[in-house]
């Protein structure tokens, strides 16, 4: 919504804060028609330009979020598996797979729904976004490796339009029902919201969004630049790196000798009783704790522009607290906010600013180093420090110390806002009356989401009357994920079978019973003599305004549209007058005076209108920048995985490459064949070390085998089979990925339930074995 900045103050939030119960009353039909005036879409005064523009300027920036969401995942798991096909050849294999992920969306490929299909998706996401109750509970039952696909839908498709106050409110109420289960079910408040889950999850996605974004940017961005500027600034202080720092820099100088009495490696106590490591580090500590105090000052001085959904947040996390856990102290529920602002907000920017578009490219080494302990500062600052695996950490205890106090009253004024229920109720009547309610939706996210909610229907929807057990049995069973390249984006219009659109906001006032006939009348009468003073140039040049001259003088224009309402509202003002409400005598002096500060409160609004647009332009900037670097990243994957390609076929003794450059046109890939099965005994994996235990009774080994069949590069199937019988004793899928992520972090057994392998050797039978047969 135009109006709306920061949720609170808004032109409407002083009137909203009147209404009682669900019951509109002239106050909110006054309300009512003054936010249909603002968001009057067909005209064309400078005010509706300039909305034009920052509605087109926000779907923007809500389109280039998703976006960056995306590739920033996809950055992520190449990032990893790329290093893992450095590591291991048979990795190659999976470099189709891989590439999937590189391909471009090709809007000519694939299909939508059919009609049918479609107005059930409408009604299914009109349902999901107007009642986050489901979206909450389905957060609850899905598991963590679900989360991250579901949350890409919730924060950036169903709720994307991420500067309107309508899906702001919508996705907090969500946060509401998701935060409440939490707390109500935790018996431990020291766990509270600390695990990886996907309530964590959702609540580090929600701080990723535009409006956080945009804060980080404009109050970190300066302070780490200026930081990172000293490349050579090393304030390390962890005193065994220090002591081999020392080492090193000796070794340097003295051709590789050391001074008598000098050892190469010490222990950690060793290191902090050493009395030249000591001295290297007291003035970095003063330094480290003026430039951490300085970090503190500048967020400290933000709070009246931290994004109003993060403050709520906080004022939720602070409530709950006091209602579920009364016993616990000011000082542990203020950690449990500083571990939400600091640990899921604050500190990730910090610890790498490039991936928050604050800096143009990753810090040097030492101020990288420098900006991690500043992070391990403020986190223990803000929530309970504990120096057990960092004791030298405890030699910065002074600045916690020293700042417990600010920081405390910060994350209490951090949940002083106000709440936004009659707001949201005023912002859904008015959606109601929209005939373009619509989202932005990708074919997968739409099947996804189908298929999570088809999951767990029965929790979901255990009524046979609820709307969305009847929508989803209607659509049946969720479609399969179609390829990226098919994975186009449409638009969504959202409608409900069970909701009924308001025609106009005087239709929806007439049945209100507290609401009078004349109250309506009065309303409208005074919207449409400021909807003409915005469409006739000229019509307020003179005050103050005559209004029946203007009615006469749209009534008597050649536009149409006018000539409508002005004989619309020289009726009204008669009836008016007949009321005993307005008297012509006095030039109509109450409307008159109601007319003019609507004028005065648009025009404030559009100064407020063109204030926004100039920071959210900052704001597209920011993440277009970050869209091109991510789409070079990925440009890069493909300049490797191309080059992957022309070794393993040009050279094929060859297991080591280069990148090179893309270029010149390519084959298509031949379409995978399965290879295998390939057969081996228990004795022979047994041998070899493949098999580490095995569950198998001694008499019977000499009759079991293990066929390994490959159906795609990249995928292998291990069955387990006894002599004489068909079918399998049991199968494993087995993706390579999983394994190499296994061996890199050192999980050397595979359990097959009857036998557990070793993880390595696997590796090495499967690249022996297919990479070779391939050849």
């Known amino acids: 919504m135009a109006a709306y900045s920061n949720g609170v103050g808004s032109p409407i939030s002083s009137v909203s804060r009147r209404i009682t119960g669900k019951n509109a009353n002239r106050y909110s039909v006054s309300a009512m028609y003054s936010m249909a005036a603002e968001q009057d879409t067909e005209l064309e005064d400078d005010l509706a330009r300039a909305q034009k523009r920052l509605r087109e300027l926000k779907s923007r920036i809500s389109a280039v979020s998703k976006k960056n969401f995306v590739l920033e995942r996809d950055v992520r798991y190449l990032d990893q598996r790329i290093s893992l096909l450095i590591q291991n050849k048979m990795a190659l294999e999976e470099r189709r797979d891989i590439e999937g992920r590189l391909d471009d969306v090709e809007e000519e490929d694939g299909h939508y729904p059919d009609e049918r299909k479609l107005a059930l998706y409408s009604n299914l996401f009109f349902l999901l976004q107007h009642e986050p109750r489901h979206i909450a509970l389905l957060c609850r039952l899905i598991s963590l490796s679900q989360v991250d696909a579901l949350l890409q839908t919730v924060m950036f498709t169903l709720y994307g339009n991420q500067y309107e106050s309508r899906e702001e409110h919508l996705l907090l109420t969500m946060f509401q029902v998701v935060l ?27 701080t990723r969004r535009g409006p956080g974004q945009s804060y980080l940017k404009s109050v970190l961005a300066e302070r780490i630049n200026s930081l990172i500027e000293h490349r050579e600034l090393n304030l390390e202080i962890n005193p065994v790196k220090v002591y081999e720092q020392m080492v090193s820099q000796f070794e340097e100088e003295n051709n590789g000798d050391l001074p008598d009495g000098m050892a190469k490696v010490v222990t950690p106590e060793e290191a902090a009783e050493n009395a030249d490591v000591q001295a290297i580090i007291a003035p970095r500590l003063t330094m480290l704790m003026e430039i951490a105090n300085s970090f503190l000052h500048t967020i400290i001085d933000s709070l009246e522009t931290v994004p109003y959904g993060i403050r709520w947040i906080c004022k939720q996390i602070k409530s709950l607290s006091k209602r579920r856990f009364p016993d616990a102290s000011d000082t542990a529920i203020c950690s449990l906010i500083g571990g939400f602002f600091f640990l899921r907000f604050i500190n990730p920017a910090i610890v790498t600013p490039q991936s928050y578009m604050l800096v143009d490219a990753t810090p040097a080494k030492h101020p990288r180093r420098t900006l991690t302990l500043i992070a391990k500062m403020l986190q223990n600052l803000a929530n309970k420090p504990s120096y057990a695996k960092e004791q030298y950490m405890i030699t910065l205890n002074p600045f916690v110390e020293n700042n417990k106090t600010r920081i405390n009253q910060f994350l209490n004024n951090l949940c002083e806002v106000s709440d936004f229920y009659d707001t949201l109720e005023m912002d859904q009547y008015m959606a109601l009356s929209k005939k373009d309610l619509r989202i932005n939706i990708t074919m997968n996210e739409m099947y996804n989401t189908h298929a999570l909610l088809g999951q767990h229907l029965d929790q979901m929807a255990p009524s046979e009357k609820a709307h969305l057990r009847i929508l989803l049995e209607d659509l049946g069973a969720a479609p399969e994920q179609v390829s990226r390249k098919e994975n186009r984006t449409m638009e969504l219009p959202l409608f409900s079978r069970w909701e009924v659109p308001i025609q106009d906001l005087t239709t929806a006032f007439a049945g209100e019973g507290n609401v009078t006939h004349s109250d309506i009348l009065y309303m409208e009468a005074k919207s449409i003599f400021v909807n003409l003073i915005r469409s006739i140039q000229g019509a307020n040049d003179k005050l103050p305004i005559d209004l029946e001259g203007l009615a006469e003088r749209a009534a008597t224009t050649k536009d149409a549209a006018l000539v409508r309402k002005g004989i619309k509202v020289k009726e009204m003002l008669r009836e ?14 109450l409307m008159q005076e109601e007319v003019a500060a609507e004028l005065v409160h648009l025009g404030n609004l559009r100064d407020k209108v063109l204030l926004e647009t100039r920071s959210l332009d900052a704001v597209y900037r920011n993440i277009s920048d970050h869209n091109d670097y991510l789409k070079s990243q990925l440009e890069q994957y493909k300049a490797y995985l191309q080059n992957v390609r022309k070794s393993s076929g040009n050279d094929k003794s060859s297991t080591g490459v280069g990148v090179i450059t893309v270029g010149g046109k390519e084959k298509k890939p031949v379409k995978a064949t399965v290879q295998g099965p390939y057969r081996f005994t ?42 004489g019988r068909e079918k399998a004793i049991l199968e494993m899928d087995l993706k390579i990925d999983d394994l190499l992520e296994k061996h890199k972090d050192n999980k050397h057994l595979l359990d097959l339930e009857y036998v557990q392998l070793n993880v390595p050797k696997v590796l090495a039978l499967l690249n022996k074995v297919f990479t070779r047969r391939k050849n």
């Open 180 to 206: 409440s289960h939490q707390f109500d079910t935790s018996t431990d408040f020291g766990n509270l919201l600390r695990a990886n889950t996907p309530v964590s999850r959702m609540m580090t996605t929600y």
């Open 576 to 589: 008016l007058v007949e009321a005993h409400i307005l008297d012509p005598s006095d030039g109509y002096h």
């Open 682 to 723: 228990h004795a022979q994996l047994e041998k070899e070390g493949i098999i580490v235990e095995s569950n198998v009774p001694e008499a019977r080994r000499p009759n079991i085998y293990f066929n390994i069949t490959s159906p795609s590069p990249g995928a292998f199937i291990i069955a387990l089979h006894y002599k």
